[in-house]
């Protein structure tokens, strides 16, 4: 079955601080994975998409990584703020003319002054 | 741009009323998505127009639940009649060919409640 689990579920860390949220998938056939941020009450914004053929993609202090062989992301945030406190959510497909993506969980992440 | 619009942005309703919600997606886009939003489930796919026709709506719940896309710049989902159980958030989302390469832009959301 296809799956997308992420970790932590939560997270809190003091504003400055670096931290990193894991994504591990089971989703195969393998077509690109997306990291969403998504604040309360908002609906989810695209941080990064990676092709299986793209091992990292930065977005400001957002750097995402893809290991399609061991089928592992994950996304560190550099010196966090207090604005980064939000559910991240990791997202894969299956193809590139897939419209169904499989959804994590997210994690919900807490950024303390 | 002014990205996906939805409304309402907050609905109340009463047990077995009718529900629209309202999207118009990012200029350009031809492709629309219905997703519903829950603590238990997370997002589900509802359903999915690509160039105004419906190419699935296996994720669409019950009967009860519709959707439509007469024009590239609009689309509706109504529930009829309404449950407690349809209480969630709903968003439009869209993106400009298929999803599988392309970013989803996604609205700020409708969220239903129903007493």
């Given amino acids: 079955k296809n799956q997308v689990e992420q970790s932590p579920q939560s997270l809190i860390i003091l504003e400055g601080k670096n931290c990193t949220l894991q994504c591990n ?4 056939p393998f077509s690109n994975l997306r990291w969403y941020k998504q604040d309360t009450g908002r609906g989810p914004v695209s941080l990064t998409i990676m ?3 793209e091992n990292t993609k930065s977005n400001g202090r957002y750097t995402a990584t893809l290991d399609a062989d061991t089928k592992q992301s994950s ?3 550099t010196a966090s703020q207090l604005s980064d406190s939000a559910s991240y959510i990791c997202v894969v497909s299956e193809s590139e003319s897939n419209y169904q993506l499989i959804w ?5 992440l807490i950024i303390k002054p | 741009d002014a990205g996906v619009i ?4 907050h609905e109340v309703t009463e047990m077995g009323q009718e529900v629209t919600l309202r999207c118009k997606p990012i200029s350009g886009h031809n492709s629309l998505f219905w997703y519903r939003q829950t603590m238990m489930r997370g997002l589900e796919l509802l ?6 026709v419906p190419i699935d709506d296996s994720g669409m719940p019950e009967d009860r639940f519709s959707a439509k896309m007469p024009n590239a710049s609009f689309s509706t ?5 309404s449950e407690p159980r349809d ?9 400009f060919r298929g999803a599988g390469g392309n970013t989803i832009y996604f609205g700020e959301g409708s969220w239903l409640t129903v007493v």
Avoid at chain 2, 6 to 9: A, D, K, L, T
Avoid at chain 2, 47 to 52: E, G, K, L, Q, W
């Fill in chain 1, 25 to 28: 998938y089971t989703v195969s």
């Fill in chain 1, 51 to 53: 092709t299986f053929s």
């Fill in chain 1, 75 to 77: 996304l560190h945030i």
């Fill in chain 1, 104 to 108: 994590g969980a997210g994690t919900k």
């Fill in chain 2, 6 to 9: 939805q409304s309402p942005r």
């Fill in chain 2, 47 to 52: 359903i999915y127009f690509n160039n105004n």
């Fill in chain 2, 77 to 81: 989902l109504k529930i009829q009649p």
């Fill in chain 2, 87 to 95: 209480s969630a958030v709903y968003f439009c989302a869209s993106s």
